[in-house]
């Protein structure tokens, strides 16, 4: 069998593809939460895990240098998707990409009277693509993580973020106003890898189709 090289982010992707791998007959030798080694061996001697940062899942799938990998669709929505064929919605880490803005903001009537909005988020393109089609202008602000502060210290009006519970956004004051998007993992393949390991990544596919139609 081919060796086959699966890209895993820590938390909870890794914790919730733990089953649709074993449903494969994939269980992972080390624990990513208290083991330092970034390269994971399996049950199963031609498959090991590769633990990388979320947001990097796709361009080690995209390069090659996984064969598959787990990405969430926000991640996947800033990445592009080149080289990278999605044939499964694995229907875990699931949430939605909101729009929230401060409880005393009236973001309707600032849409309404065509206010330029700053936003700050992690997630540019979407947002971007988001606010275009609705015809609201807005100035971007890049941030890598805790959006939930920017409106609370000035730095923005609204933020773009990911709300699962909506726990962080009362803690913080903060109200979702708009949905752009339901979020879930999505199973990756390198293009090139499934052509050339089919006979290895096609049953792999499969066992996960079936763990999520379950
Ligand atoms: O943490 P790190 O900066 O390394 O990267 P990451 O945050 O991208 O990774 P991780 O492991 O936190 O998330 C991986 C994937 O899980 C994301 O790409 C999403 O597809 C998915 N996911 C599902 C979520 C959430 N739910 C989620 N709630 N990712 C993040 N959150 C955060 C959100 O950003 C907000 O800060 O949780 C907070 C809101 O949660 P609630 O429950 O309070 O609403
Ligand atoms: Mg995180």
Redesign the pocket.
């Known amino acids: 069998m081919s060796p086959i090289t699966i890209a895993l982010?820590?938390?909870?992707?890794f914790e919730e593809t733990l089953p649709l791998l074993k449903a494969a007959g994939v269980v992972p030798r080390d624990d990513p939460e208290t083991s330092r080694k970034l390269i994971i061996a399996t049950s199963r001697p031609e498959v090991r895990l590769i633990i990388v940062?979320?947001?990097d899942t796709p361009t080690y799938v995209q390069y090659g240098a996984a064969d598959m990998g787990i990405?969430?669709?926000?991640?996947l929505l800033e990445h592009g998707g080149d080289g990278l064929y999605q044939p499964l919605d694995l229907a875990i880490?699931?949430?939605r990409m909101m729009v929230a803005v401060p409880q005393g903001f009236d973001y309707a009537q600032a849409v309404k009277q065509g206010a330029r909005l700053r936003v700050a988020t992690k997630y540019l393109q979407t947002a971007r693509e988001h606010f275009a089609a609705k015809g609201v202008h807005v100035d971007l602000i890049k941030l890598?993580?805790?959006?939930?502060l920017a409106p609370l210290v000035g730095l923005a009006d609204a933020i773009v973020?990911?709300?699962?519970?909506?726990?962080?956004?009362k803690a913080n004051n903060l109200r979702a106003v708009e949905e752009i998007v339901p979020?879930s993992?999505r199973l990756i393949i390198n293009v090139a890898a499934l052509k050339l390991k089919r006979a290895a990544i096609q049953p792999l596919i499969d066992a996960f189709a079936k763990a999520v139609a379950r």
Request: charged residues 20%.
């Open positions: 982010s820590k938390g909870r992707i940062r979320a947001s990405a969430g669709k926000d991640v880490a699931a949430c890598y993580g805790s959006m939930e973020d990911l709300v699962s519970s909506g726990n962080t956004l979020i993992a």
